[in-house]
């Protein structure tokens, strides 16, 4: 019965019964100690009866919805709504549950605030104080937040939130109290993860492309192996280049015509030959006729082409139907 079992057996038999590529995805987001661990328990199910199988998947509906109502209105307002759903014990159950991730989660209230007004309340302070904030954001917030700020503010934070790393409780704490009073104090017991390489990435890939271009020559002057260890991880429409033919063709597939008419004529040779490659002679040919004929365009328009290109193109990655390779240690198997 799944009353019986662990958190690692819970979670290897719902990754089985999700399949390999929903599991995949999963994955991803996992750290790899996290992985042996789900992987050595996986190979140990031989056989999963159908009522673990189903207690298990149902448990894990209600920790969904669980979660849902407390990004809506909080943690009593998800208790609320629990006890009368499914019952005071059923409730406590799920809440107890979730209780420790709930502890892993600092600035709970201030993710579901606004950016727009979060900016208000930013402004002001120290740029350290803006990337530890920005560090615990959801990526498109905090590119919008990156975004609002002043082009000198803006690389410096980024710097700051790159170079992050764990932060005390008691830090988190107080600049909880000052963002907002009315939250209630979830800090963790022990020390938070905060910043790093990939929070920058995540949070540039959405940030609008004026910003992104003043952030990157920034720290390219300001830290040259810093804005390289980024510009690794992140993919820019000129990376169309390290596809490979059927990468490029399946994003051609997906693109508006107009759009990467618009996108090529900022971009150099190099990637217009990729792209042309990569199409027929007569799609190629009237690709160089819409170029032709559009004469001059705004800078602006360009980048716009771009970035909804590099978004697609993002798509297909997450979703498993091309891989970009970024060099390193980032080999390819084929």
Do not use: W
Not at 37 to 42: A, H, N, R, S
Not at 175 to 196: F, W
């Amino acid at each position: 019965m799944a009353q019986d079992l662990n958190g690692i057996q819970k979670a290897a038999i719902l990754l089985i019964t999700l399949g390999t590529e929903h599991s995949a995805r999963v994955v991803q987001h996992l750290s790899d100690p996290e992985i042996e661990q789900l992987t050595l328990e996986m190979a140990n199910i031989r056989k999963i009866a159908p009522e673990s199988r189903n207690q298990v998947i149902e448990e894990f509906h209600q920790m969904c919805i669980a979660n849902d109502y407390i990004a809506q209105g909080g943690i009593e307002y998800a208790r609320d709504v629990l006890e009368r759903a499914l019952g005071e014990q059923k409730a406590f159950e799920i809440i107890t549950r979730l209780s420790s991730s709930l502890k892993m989660r600092p600035f709970d209230m201030v993710r579901r605030t606004d950016p727009k007004q979060l900016l208000t309340f930013i402004q002001g302070e120290h740029p350290q104080t803006i990337s530890l904030i920005m560090s615990h954001l959801p990526p498109d917030k905090s590119a919008i937040l990156i975004s609002s700020l002043t082009p000198e503010r803006q690389a410096d934070v980024t710097k700051r939130m790159a170079l992050m790393g764990r932060t005390s409780p008691d830090v988190l704490k107080e600049i909880e109290k000052v963002l907002e009073r009315k939250i209630s104090s979830l800090a963790p017991q022990d020390y938070s993860s905060s910043g790093g390489i990939q929070s920058v990435v995540d949070m540039l890939n959405r940030a609008d492309p004026g910003t992104l271009k003043n952030v990157m020559d920034t720290l390219e002057m300001d830290d040259p192996d810093l804005a390289e260890q980024i510009k690794r991880q992140m993919f820019v429409f000129e990376d169309i280049v390290i596809l490979d033919d059927r990468g490029v063709q399946l994003v051609l597939r997906e693109v508006e015509t107009k759009d990467l008419a618009l996108a090529l004529k900022g971009s150099n040779p190099e990637v217009s030959q990729k792209v042309q490659s990569n199409m027929s002679a007569r799609a190629a040919q009237m690709l160089k006729e819409d170029m032709e004929f559009m004469g001059p365009v705004r800078l602006r328009d360009v980048e716009d082409a771009q970035q909804r290109i590099v978004k697609v193109i993002r798509k297909l990655e997450e979703s498993g139907a091309i891989v970009i390779s970024r060099g390193g240690s980032d080999e390819i198997i084929y």
